[in-house]
């Protein structure tokens, strides 16, 4: 049933746009040319750069009115041309929550953001829309909380409460889920489905992260090189695969499980080939060859959890298995880890110690431990002249070698503990080790010299005036012999050579990610340390930076990152230690833990999901991968072993 506030009248219209910035020869935008309707759910798409924020500017007028430069062609925003208004004018239409979401918040108390707007625009009724605003966002019960009090996805809520004051009819919000913990992005995306759905609001969303848009959103944008290249769908977008491999934007995995499983049987259980390699996926020659006669996928391939649930337990139904899930292992090298996970959950008795503290002889093996705490507390003073504790007493050892992807939802201490072990914060209580020494008798600028900390926010690391200076100034300011050869290589790896003469404060989001990445990789440090580094990023440049982390493990002794990414986690970490209020919650492998589910749950962390697909089939142990899972099935339908050895698709 069509939802009663969709209609064709448009919302935004945008005709043959075109702008550049000051100081750029190339312009951001092309051409672009964009029909929104009201009351509709719509995702902007595209790789890092090609314009989905400068597009997203022109909604509420900064483009061209506070953002100057060359511009040329029509905006009209609910059927009126934006060429007149201001800035002011057009934001009573339009609220925008920005990429870094912390710096809309400008006032001491919930409520007195959430009425800031209207009381600026010298509204009567300010108290009473900022009340409405907070209610929509479900924040009325934190109304006379201090901003600094709250988690990062309350302040999201509120930056989007700050903007929905105003009772804009339409709302942007750039890159809801990069600095959220799972938990709270699903909460966020939550509040603005309601918003969509009951108050009719114009949702548009940038957006990177595929499984959140086939979650919630309608229709699909998508970008390249400034110009929109189509609008549809979003099962039609989502399965678009061409176009998305095309330009390194990823499908939701249980998307890219489905193309899996359609190269196994092409191949004859060979996972090898792209699916799109002169072949159709729906071809069954294959299938025919393999004994799986009048078997075939059907499309479109589905895009969320729910949907692949249906299709794969179809697919298991129609070929008729009789099978369990459950009887059958996967045949690739994982199972032998993934087992590990199915034998922790269940005798949790048996490995709890192990979850909780970590098996330390066997982290140790050859090396010593490069960082060590001790019993570290850290407390912060806050504005009340009373002391809040963020981390309490923390034990841990990191030892050489290690790949540790540090875990918990936000404000469990996970920035805390990267700056203790940087010497920007120095313990309350306890102690913390670098290599012996402890950090309180050593200066920040001689931990530096071993270890590289790159910054949640990007901007918190420029100091110069252009990209190239960004990452020689580290290098140059000591002296290395091989400056100039190690920033070029730099620049090469993260795609950076074209920008090199760019301000890194007028990059986008994900191009200043790329900048500060670039500059802390650049020392090749002992120890580095990575605070949300694939936040703002597209899938093809956190593809880039996998691999740049596994070519750091030549020159680097061990590298520590803090994220919210459980992607990542899954395909790069050896160690997981989980944060939960200031505490070690659990440390061990990826099995271990994400085979506690109320540990999972507790430290607002989610299953990825391809993990929730294999709990709703009840394949055990979970899959953690696309290709994994498409493995698992084709063992089921044939009855027959993968050849292990085969290469995975090239998918996107």
Known sequence: MPKPFVHDHPAIRIAGVTFAYPGSEQPVLKEASLHIRRGSFTAIIGGNGCGKSTLCKLFNGLIPHYYSGDFTGTVEICGVSAENRTVSELSRR????????????????????????????????????????????????????????????????????????????????????????????????????????????????????????????????????????????????????????????QPPQVTKAAVQLSAILLNGGMASGSPQDGHSITDVSGSHAMGLSGFQLKQPYPITAEEAEVYFGELLHRHGDTLSLLDHRPTDARADDASLADTTAKDPDSDQHRIQQGDESERQGEHGALVEFHHTVLRYRTIHKTEHEVLRGIDLRLYEGERIALVGNNGAGKSSLLKLIAGIAKPSGGSVLFLGRNTKDVSMEQISANVAYVFQNPEDMFIEDNVYREVAYGLKSRRHPEAEDRVDRMLTHFRLQPLQERDARLLSGGQQRRVSLAIGAAMMPQLILLDEPTANLDMSTREELLDTLQELEDHVRTIVIATHDMQLVHEWATRVIVLNQGVVAGDGTVSEIFADSELISRAGLAPTQMMDLSIRLGVVPATSSPDEFARHIYGILSGKEIHCHAASPQLV
């Open 94 to 249: 339009v609220g925008y929550v920005y990429q870094d979401f912390d710096n809309q918040l400008v006032r001491p108390t919930v409520m007195d953001e959430a009425h800031f707007a209207p009381l600026n625009y010298g509204l009567p009724d300010y108290r009473a829309m900022g009340a409405r605003a907070l209610d929509m966002c479900g924040l009325t019960h934190l109304k006379d909380r201090y901003i600094w009090e709250l988690s990062g996805g309350q302040k999201h809520l509120l930056a989007l409460a700050g903007a929905l004051s105003l009772e804009p009819d339409i709302l942007v919000v750039d890159e809801p889920v990069s600095q959220l913990d799972p938990q709270h992005a699903r909460q966020v995306y939550d509040v603005l489905r309601q918003l969509n759905q009951v108050h009719g609001k114009t949702v548009i969303v940038i957006e990177h992260h595929a499984e959140f848009i086939a979650d919630y959103c309608e229709e699909v944008c998508l970008m390249e090189k400034g110009k929109v290249l189509w609008q549809r769908p979003v099962i039609e977008a989502l399965n678009s695969l061409e176009d998305l491999e095309r330009l390194g934007i």
